[in-house]
């Protein structure tokens, strides 16, 4: 089991760029969550899918933020036009089909935009 | 987003003692209280978890308490050791639901 794969681990844009980062979950989990987190914040949910459906993207901050997810081997959270507060490390979890199932996460991918 | 308030924000602790850590929660319809573990670099990982029916769940040195009553949980580190040295986050869920709220994180330094 390769976990919850994340790419990539780091990203350095200007502020105004597209930024794309992905999110391999682990095989059969059916739930896959984007976090976000930040000193001033903590780790705060963004989007959440449900077989490859987005059941709640309460958490999306602003327009400038989408997720996708189109099969059940991938997902993209993409930031356009990227600001400097966007700055912070995203973290994808995936979960079992089943209530209070562990989230298992992948490591991260730190995002700077200067 | 209900929050937890999570205390405290940072806790060094010497080598063998115990590192306690508190949590706050609200909503009296949350019924699950996970505690994650985060070393520098990675995810967070699941630690230990409870439901509100027991007050307290033990997993070798880690020891959660729950006090319904009060609203509070909170994780004992008995024994702590320098590989414990990470940050550790509270979170809870309500019935039904797949989303975790977590609290802002404990970060622990265990000193020789």
């Known amino acids: 089991d390769a976990g919850v794969i994340q790419s990539p681990r780091h990203e350095v844009t200007e502020m105004g760029q597209e930024v794309t980062l992905r999110c391999k979950p682990i095989?059969?989990?059916?739930?896959l969550f984007w976090y976000r987190q930040t000193m001033m914040r903590g780790l705060e949910l963004l989007i959440y899918?449900?077989?490859?459906?987005?059941?709640?993207d309460s958490g999306m901050p602003e327009d400038r933020f989408s997720a996708k997810m189109p099969n059940a081997s991938f997902s993209t959270l993409k930031i356009q036009p990227s600001e400097p507060r966007d700055s912070a490390v995203y973290f994808c979890?995936?979960?079992?089909?089943?209530?209070?199932?562990?989230?298992?996460f992948g490591n991260g991918t730190r995002l700077t935009v200067t | 987003q209900q929050q937890v308030k999570q205390s405290p924000q940072s806790l060094i602790v010497q080598k063998g003692g115990i590192s306690i850590i508190n949590c706050a929660y609200e909503?009296?319809?949350?019924?699950?209280f996970p505690w994650y573990q985060q070393f520098p670099g990675k995810g967070p990982a699941l630690l230990i978890a409870?439901?509100?029916?027991?007050s307290e769940k033990k997993e070798g040195r880690f020891t959660i308490s729950f006090n319904k009553s009060a609203k509070q949980f909170s994780l004992h580190i008995m024994d702590s050791q320098p590989g414990d040295s990470a940050t550790y986050f509270c979170?809870?869920?309500?019935?039904?639901?797949?989303?975790?709220?977590f609290g802002k994180g404990t970060k622990l330094s265990v000193i020789p």
């Open positions: 899918f449900n077989n490859n459906v987005p059941i709640d």
């Open positions: 409870i439901r509100p029916d027991v």
């Open positions: 979170a809870h869920s309500g019935a039904g639901s797949y989303q975790l709220t």
């Open positions: 095989s059969g989990h059916d739930y």
């Open positions: 979890a995936s979960s079992l089909r089943r209530n209070n199932s562990p989230l298992h």
């Open positions: 909503n009296t319809a949350f019924d699950y």
